[in-house]
């Protein structure tokens, strides 16, 4: 029997008022202990879906997790940090049993590849789970209005929505665990093709492509029209730069980054890109810079001048062209080129010439 005096009492507003929503939780098995938190919080409404994102109770402090790891707490602190997290108090209980595994294999990693490497990878490791999250937020809400309490005006309807997407939640690991590991395979056998140096460096093609015109079609676009052009174009970019072999970096704005092993597959990955069946039959139309060269391979990212040099290029081509520069373009002497007059780059102190990649007869 529920006691609404006393969940009223104990700081629920309205709990005979919100009836339906105090039974719906109750019948889940919410205690009124859980209610009361949830509603300290504005969120009983959020309650049902709320404890299904959680990986468990959170019962343990970071500076119980540094004691269980054996590591400083000064260190666990960075790590939780530099992951993208926020405790407002070390002493207080925020994270679960599964946080103190996720450490503990973190730490271990550290003894085994060095501080500077595993903190590295956390900082990748988090950045993406954000983007994600972020992702699955956007995604939901679009897709589910009924998320939304400001769209329902009804706590119990946005209570059942938001638990059922939930669920959905524990799945999305399981994915994440099968395709990471695909991904790793396909990162090996990527990497088993290009040339290493002894340290971080490798010898890659990287390319940089967007759509030309890109503020404009802002301003004269919908959101609705802007989000379906860029999930198109990331859609087609990404389907490009897979079937020639090459690997999305990733996406800057309506930009794609990607690398390929050798000059003439990143040729491909460009010409395929840029004259795109999708992209002849619509109004817009893609442009590339292309480089190749020693790059510094760090964080699931790449750097150097031929990176810089790709992506200068890119700013400074016609839409539907592709530009080349030395040393590139003596690599694929098959490839048919048109030399550009000397272009000012940002970044380079001399001009540098440049050259039209164009398509093979």
């Not at 399981?174 to 490798?202: N, W």
């Not at 069946?277 to 109004?283: L, M």
């Not at 442009?287 to 964080?299: D, F, P, T």
Request: hydrophobic letters at 45%.
């Amino acid at each position: 029997m529920i006691d609404y005096d006393a969940l009223e009492a104990a700081g629920i507003a309205d709990a005979r008022g919100r009836a339906e929503l105090i039974e719906y939780l109750d019948g889940l098995g919410f205690t009124p202990d859980q209610m009361v938190g949830a509603e300290r919080r504005g969120r009983l409404f959020a309650l049902a879906g709320d404890s299904v994102q959680w990986s468990g109770q959170p019962s343990h402090s970071l500076a119980e997790v540094a004691h269980e790891i054996e590591l400083p707490l000064a260190d666990v602190e960075q790590a939780w940090a530099v992951l993208g997290l926020t405790v407002a108090d070390p002493n207080v209980p925020a994270l679960t049993d599964c946080d103190i595994e996720a450490l503990r294999t973190w730490a271990e990693m550290r003894a085994a590849i060095g501080e500077d490497a595993a903190l590295g990878f956390l900082r990748v490791l988090g950045a993406s789970m954000a983007r994600l999250a972020e992702a699955e937020s956007t995604m939901t809400r679009t897709g589910l209005p009924n998320l939304d309490l400001a769209n329902t005006h009804d706590e119990l309807l946005t209570a059942r929505a938001y638990r059922s997407a939930a669920q959905f939640i524990p799945r999305i690991g399981g994915m994440i665990d099968a395709f990471h590991r695909h991904h790793l395979a396909a990162a090996r056998t990527y990497f088993d093709g290009v040339v290493h140096h002894e340290s971080s460096t490798v010898d890659v093609g990287i390319g940089f492509a967007d759509l030309s015109d890109f503020t404009r079609l802002t301003r004269m676009s919908t959101a609705d029209e802007l989000s379906k052009l860029l999930n198109e174009f990331s859609g087609m970019a990404a389907d490009v730069v897979n079937a020639d072999g090459g690997r999305v970096v990733k996406f800057i704005g309506d930009a794609v980054m990607w690398v390929s092993a050798t000059p003439e597959l990143l040729a491909k990955a460009a010409l395929d890109l840029v004259h795109h069946p999708r992209v002849a039959a619509s109004e817009i139309q893609v442009r590339a810079g292309l480089s190749y060269g020693e790059v510094l391979a760090i964080g699931g990212d790449y750097f150097g001048s031929p990176v810089n040099l790709a992506a200068r290029l890119v700013a400074a081509a016609q839409p539907g062209q592709i530009l080349v520069a030395a040393p590139w373009c003596n690599i694929p002497e098959d490839w048919p080129i048109q030399v550009q007059e000397p272009l000012a780059l940002k970044g380079f102190d001399e001009p540098v010439t440049a050259y039209q990649l164009c398509d093979r007869l």
